[in-house]
């Protein structure tokens, strides 16, 4: 089992910048490697959409809805991901949640994991 802690939530008004930080570890076992590391939101009656993720060679993959605007960053070796969200527009209101996709942890047990979610709201 492999826990994700997701950080930086806010509240921010419009043309702001928030940046929000997912940290990975291994419940009962240490963390052997994640393939991929990512974020998707869900605002209120809508699906949860990608938002953008992140392999574990640094490459990554972006929702058209925020290319240009916000970036993706990970450290392999500590299991975080950051994700810098600039020029957030109303639209982007959704609880934001981090994804770990392929993570295995040291006896070789493997699975994909969610983290409990952070709330960004966007409003003046």
């Known amino acids: 089992q492999v826990q994700l802690v997701e950080s930086g939530g806010g509240l921010v008004q419009p043309g702001g910048s928030l940046r929000l930080a997912c940290a990975a570890s291994?419940?009962?076992?240490?963390?052997?490697?994640?393939?991929?590391m990512g974020w998707y939101r869900q605002a209120p009656g809508k699906q949860r959409e990608l938002v953008a993720d992140?392999?574990?060679?640094?490459?990554?993959n972006y929702a058209d809805f925020v290319k240009g605007r916000f970036i993706i960053s990970r450290d392999v070796a500590n299991n975080t991901v950051w994700l810098q969200m600039d020029s957030l527009k109303p639209d982007d209101t959704a609880v934001y949640y981090c994804?770990?996709?392929?993570?295995?942890?040291?006896?070789?047990?493997?699975?994909?994991?969610w983290g409990q979610g952070t709330q960004v709201t966007v409003s003046s």
């Open positions: 994804h770990a996709l392929n993570a295995v942890t040291i006896d070789m047990t493997y699975g994909n994991y």
């Open positions: 992140i392999t574990s060679n640094h490459v990554t």
């Open positions: 291994g419940v009962s076992r240490r963390i052997y490697s994640i393939y991929a």
